[in-house]
């Protein structure tokens, strides 16, 4: 049996590995369904996290060294999908591997962290990765001198489109009110950038192209419709936290959880089921910063290792 199974191999699973194996816990393993690194590495860039050496370097080579610090005091990553979390009748825990197989553990550590939201106009999934994307690092490069349109208003959307007009010839920033939840700095660095330009209180009516993808997309503007013949979209509406492990049989969760579907933790990140934690995004409250989620991940790793403890 596992000492410690965590999932997720963001910035609060990889804090958490970094801390249980340092602290001396010998059976931890880190299930994460792809690289290490979590959404930042999706980002492009990070100038927030204290310390950084080259702040503004992207969240790709940010994280680049969280995984080999954590392997180097024993971290093991099991590249797994996990798709439940049981409680057995001795109080520890199974964890459900996509496949069929399963884990046991004394604890958990839930770092399932949260994936970009869809904004849920016409055409989006039609055209989702032939014109439509969330990832301007990903895919901005394939729009170089070209318009390009950013959808939302908060702080991923304005950051995006700062980055993204580095690539592209325009960058159309839509949002759908006047005020924006960005950081002022961030809008005002944006409001500087002429290759920017703001369409406010506006909304994506219909995105619409051919086989080849994308080509334009109808917007509900303040003066009316309005035809914007862009190849390519970015939407930055938002994230639905990955809770979808904690869900039983008959719809329930495991544990207590807040209204938005965040896992309801007490400040020891402790779930209302003992030995069960929560750290990062998938929290109540979480404030969707890498330091919380780093500090998240530790507060749970030493949670975790004194319930371990407290069982001998
Ligand atoms: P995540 O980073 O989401 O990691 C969760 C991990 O769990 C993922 O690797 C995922 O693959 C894995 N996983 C999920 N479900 C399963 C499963 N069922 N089985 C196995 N593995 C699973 N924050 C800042 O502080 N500064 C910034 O500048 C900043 N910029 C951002 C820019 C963008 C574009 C985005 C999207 C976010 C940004 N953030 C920023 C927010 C920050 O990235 C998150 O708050 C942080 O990554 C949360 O960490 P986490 O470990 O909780 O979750
Ligand atoms: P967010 O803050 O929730 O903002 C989502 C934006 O999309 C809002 O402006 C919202 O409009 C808009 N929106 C939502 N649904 C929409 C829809 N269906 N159609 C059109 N627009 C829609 O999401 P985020 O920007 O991804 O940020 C998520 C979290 O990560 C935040 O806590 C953020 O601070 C953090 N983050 C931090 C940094 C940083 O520290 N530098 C960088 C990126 C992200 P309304 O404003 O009208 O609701």
């Known amino acids: 049996m596992l000492d410690l199974a965590i999932i997720g191999g963001g910035p609060a699973g990889l804090s958490a590995g970094l801390y249980a194996t340092r602290g001396g816990l010998k059976n931890v393993v880190m299930f994460e369904k792809g690289e290490p690194g979590g959404q930042i590495t999706s980002s492009s860039e990070i100038e927030n996290y204290p310390g950084q050496k080259s702040p503004g370097e992207s969240g790709f080579d940010f994280m680049s060294t969280w ?21 057995n009748a001795d109080k520890s825990f199974e964890i459900l591997l996509e496949g069929g197989k399963s884990e046991q553990a004394k604890a958990v550590i839930v770092a399932t962290g949260s994936v970009p939201r869809r904004a849920g106009f016409k055409g989006e999934d039609e055209f989702f990765g032939r014109g439509v994307s969330t990832c301007a690092t990903c895919d901005g490069f394939f729009y170089k001198n070209k318009e390009v349109a950013v959808l939302g208003g908060g702080d991923t959307a304005i950051e995006e489109a700062i980055y993204l007009a580095n690539i592209a010839s325009k960058v159309y920033v839509i949002h759908r009110r006047e005020e924006f939840r960005a950081a002022p700095t961030t809008v005002q660095k944006a409001r500087q950038n002429e290759k920017i330009e703001f369409i406010t209180s506006a909304t994506i009516k219909e995105a619409y192209g051919d086989k080849s993808g994308l080509n334009g997309l109808i917007l509900n503007t303040k003066e009316g419709e309005r035809d914007l013949k862009v190849p390519g979209v970015f939407t930055f509406v938002g994230l639905n936290v990955n809770n979808e492990i904690l869900k039983l049989e008959d719809g329930s969760f495991i544990c207590k959880m807040s209204e938005g579907g965040q896992v309801d933790v007490d400040l020891k990140m402790q779930s209302s089921v003992p030995g069960l934690f929560a750290a990062g995004d998938i929290r109540k409250d979480a404030p969707k910063q890498v330091i919380v989620a780093a500090g998240d991940g530790a507060v749970a790793a030493l949670s975790a290792m004194s319930y371990i403890e407290s069982l001998h």
């Open 67 to 87: 995984w080999a610090q954590c392997s180097h005091f024993g971290l093991v990553h099991k590249w797994a999908n996990i798709v439940g979390v049981r409680q």
